[in-house]
């Protein structure tokens, strides 16, 4: 600028300080969720987690539900009607059945352990390896319909006489109406398996201690568990990759997600032959897949009411949790004699997270403790997803 | 030497004489307790011109973070860092600039800042075209550059008032602004104009197809007997794909039951910056000057972030601004203080808004990070002579409280070195 120029420093730097200050404002962080938070059921699930995903077809309502837990725990939804959903799945045992592997209503056993069914709404896959069942509306005709293992065993052939089983209750005309009510005769078995997968999918918990800990309830947790917590989400046992998320389980979805993740995993329990191999009945996603080195992967399944769930893995083969510990802190399993003799430490397939590690005794107390502190127990005794039909005339 | 304020002295007859002693006076140590946009030539000296400097503190706060440092609201990157406690080295620095009489200039700069490790800044090579006329300079340089579209982004903690950089310029520029790419520029009179075109190795770009910078910038830098200008500004658009906070390293700790961690958040979008710098220099007295500076950014940014399982779309409205009044007296002593602000706007929507907001970095409750400081410089040791070599030695004392992810105030202590020799080269 040349001489003749009129700036006035001083006037300028005050006009720009007061100039600045005026324009203060606020920051903010707005969210639109794109609706992802509606539903018609009262879902009681902490703010920060979100909601399980809900099939356009069969969105959940409490009518729905109740339905539901009626064919749930009703005997007479089988073949023989001897068997509901409801003899593998008990509350109190965080819905399993506390055997190795399950049992049909025709006594063929299962091949694999019968799984909670707490928070399976958030399950990115069903069952224990399938990456392909992706609904509980996919998943429940199996147990219904399926012939290999027969579990319900509903057939063909009885099909009509199970349903006029139930045209025969009193109570169910009034609670398909209310879950159907667009329909002129609801009970079928479109609606059946839409009912049950209405009431497994609202079976979820967060009110255990740990959730109340975490939600600044210092007391909830022991020392010893939350000794253990700090094990658990350590680096050096490595529990919470496949294990982690607030459902304690990495095959997790909801309905925040866009893209579904179906991760699965082989822990090391066989490696017959030396080459990674399984039990010709228990061999993972292999089975669906074809592909080899999908050789006994399998989903991790929530940690939540864990300690209610014995006998744990796949085949039910460890009868209690410092067995699973002790397990995974070996780095698999080795065996040394038998049918199925191989190390499964070494098998080619194994998740690179099953790398083993040291544990002091009461560091396995302590890690137990907050598997313990998983339970909710609030949940499993609640009224609302109890058998109704034990104050049945 | 011929430093570059030399050139625009005042060439009127009036207080010629006090104003060309008080102003080659302030001319030198301008170049160390003045910003740099009192500097704006940018040409290079025929020769070979070697500078070094030196910055180290000590100081009581803040205390080491377990995590990178989050500035609640905005995605972060680069080399933004919080200094931490205790001893620590701010800059070191190595850099030798040439301009043989055919107009071929180079540069490389090896530097460290707040870390052990040595890099290679700069490296470049060009032309710088004769003067003439109106025509100051004009140059066009390819290589690894500091960025020249803001006069403060990239000044090393030797010569900058404080020893920390801006909470601007580390949310904005992951701490300072160094790439590689072509840059274009000339000062016409009382006029700088210029372009870079960056590949996208720095915050908050990412390099490779989908990736870039580019920036343009003007400054006018008029001047009367008594007080020089500076005002001017940048707009630069950046494009990053698949960018991730690179200062997250794969070592992590968890601590509570999410497994989406800040490191696996991937944001694919651009950023529009529309800068705003502006200064006055001028004389209060013979032997005290007054400064002020401030620098105002608005942004906007607009892509989508995602992790392995959630996807949500991110509009952001930045607004970030700092003021720097300062004295200058005795020739060797400062006084500056320094306020800084930034207004943090977000919306995220769809479904992975809720899953994605936090680990992130992007929730805020409604505070805008701020911070502000007080700095004093003294240099005992002042060399000035005749011959190209000069050094300064000087200790800073500065007061800093921030309120940006972190809650703190702090003092520190710090030691300040620089010196530069210009040989002939035949």
């Not at chain 1, 009703?74 to 023989?80: E, F, H, I, P, V």
């Not at chain 1, 429940?140 to 012939?147: K, N, Q």
């Not at chain 2, 995590?67 to 701010?90: C, H, R, V, Y």
């Not at chain 2, 929507?349 to 990070?369: I, K, M, Q």
């Amino acid at each position: 600028m040349k001489s003749g120029h009129r700036l006035q420093p001083g006037f300028w730097a005050g006009f720009c300080i007061f100039g600045l200050a005026a324009c203060s404002d606020l920051s903010q962080t707005t969210l639109d969720s794109d609706g992802k938070i509606a539903s018609l059921f009262a879902w009681n699930i902490p703010d920060d987690v979100p909601l399980p995903v809900e099939p356009e077809s069969n969105p959940l309502t409490q009518a729905g539900f109740e339905l539901g837990r009626h064919l749930f725990y009703d005997a007479r939804l089988s073949g023989n009607g001897t068997q509901s959903c409801g003899s593998c799945h008990l509350p109190e045992k965080a819905f399993t059945d506390g055997l190795p592997v399950g049992i049909g209503s025709t006594g063929e056993l299962h091949p694999r352990n019968s799984q909670s069914l707490i928070n399976t709404a958030y399950n990115a896959t069903l069952t224990w390896a399938n990456p392909s069942l992706r609904s509980l509306e996919q998943q429940i005709v199996i147990p219904l319909f399926g012939e290999s293992p027969i579990e319900q065993g509903i057939t063909d052939g009885n099909r009509d006489e199970i349903l006029q089983r139930l045209r025969d209750e009193p109570r169910y005309e009034a609670l398909f109406a209310d879950a159907f009510p667009d329909e002129g005769d609801p009970l079928n078995y479109d609606n059946i398996v839409k009912g049950l997968a209405s009431f497994v999918r609202g079976l979820v918990s967060f009110s255990s201690a740990f959730d109340r800990f975490e939600r600044g309830e210092t007391s909830a947790l022991s020392a010893s568990a939350q000794r253990g917590r700090a094990l658990f989400f350590s680096e050096t046992l490595e529990c919470f990759h496949c294990h982690g998320g607030y459902n304690f389980s990495d095959s997790t979805t909801d309905r925040s997600q866009t893209f579904i993740e179906r991760p699965f995993h082989n822990t090391g329990l066989f490696n017959i032959g030396g080459v990674g191999d399984f039990p010709a009945d228990n061999r993972g996603i292999l089975e669906i897949t074809g592909d080899p080195s999908d050789m006994g992967k399998f989903r991790a399944p929530t940690l939540r009411n864990i300690a209610l769930t014995a006998p744990y893995m796949h085949d039910g083969s460890f009868a209690s949790l410092p067995e699973v510990i002790r397990f995974y802190a070996a780095g698999g399993r080795n065996i040394t004699e038998g049918p199925h003799a191989g190390d499964g430490r070494s098998n080619p397939f194994k998740d690179g997270f099953v790398t083993g590690f040291e544990l002091e005794p009461s560091q396995e107390q302590d890690l137990v403790a907050f598997l313990e502190s998983l339970t909710d127990t609030e949940f499993l005794s609640s009224s609302h997803i109890q058998n109704p039909w034990t104050d049945a005339p | 030497m011929k430093h570059p304020m030399k050139r625009s002295l005042p060439t009127q007859p009036a207080r010629r004489t006090l104003t060309y002693s008080t102003l080659t006076l302030s001319a030198f140590i301008y170049s160390s307790l003045a910003p740099a946009h009192t500097t704006g030539s940018h040409a290079i000296s025929e020769g070979l011109t070697l500078s070094a400097g030196l910055a180290t503190t000590v100081r009581s706060g803040p205390d080491p973070l377990d995590t990178p440092w989050q500035i609640p609201g905005k995605l972060m990157g680069g080399e933004a860092n919080l200094p931490e406690s205790g001893f620590t080295l701010d800059d070191a620095h190595l850099e030798a600039t040439f301009r043989h009489r055919s107009g071929v200039v180079a540069g490389a700069e090896l530097s460290s800042h707040h870390d052990s490790s040595v890099t290679f800044e700069q490296a470049w090579a060009g032309f710088q075209a004769p003067e003439g006329g109106m025509l100051r300079s004009a140059s066009l340089m390819a290589g690894q550059m500091n960025a020249a579209f803001s006069p403060e982004i990239n000044l090393h903690a030797s010569r900058s008032a404080f020893s920390t950089p801006r909470l601007m310029d580390s949310s904005f520029y992951g701490g300072h602004f160094n790439d590689t790419g072509v840059k274009g520029q000339m000062v016409l009179s009382d006029w700088q104009l210029g372009a870079e075109l960056w590949q996208g190795d720095t915050f908050p770009a990412t390099p490779g197809q989908g990736g870039g910078s580019q920036d343009v910038f003007a400054y006018w830098r008029p001047s009367t007997s008594s007080a020089q200008w500076v005002i001017g500004g940048w707009l630069l658009h950046s494009r990053a794909d698949q960018r991730i906070d690179e200062r997250l390293t794969s070592g992590h700790s968890h601590g509570t039951v999410s497994v989406t961690t800040a490191d696996t958040v991937r944001y694919d979008g651009g950023e529009q910056h529309l800068g705003v710098h502006a200064g006055v220099t001028f004389d209060i007295s013979a032997t005290v000057s007054a400064q002020f500076v401030a620098e105002w950014i608005e942004a906007h940014a607009k892509g989508t972030l995602k992790d392995t399982t959630h996807l949500a779309e991110l509009e952001g409205d930045y607004r970030g601004y700092w003021i720097q009044p300062s004295l200058i007296w005795s020739g060797n002593q400062s006084l500056v203080f320094r306020y800084e602000r930034l207004i943090l706007k977000n919306r995220l929507s769809g479904a992975g808004a809720t899953a994605l907001v936090d680990p992130a970095g992007l929730g805020n409750p409604g505070e805008d990070p701020e911070s502000m400081g007080i700095s004093y410089r003294f240099y005992p040791i002042l060399s000035q002579s005749d011959s190209a070599f000069w050094h300064q030695l000087g200790i800073r004392l500065e007061w800093t409280r921030v309120d940006a992810g972190i809650e703190d105030d702090y003092v520190g202590i710090g030691l300040l070195f620089r010196a530069q020799d210009s040989f002939a080269v035949n």
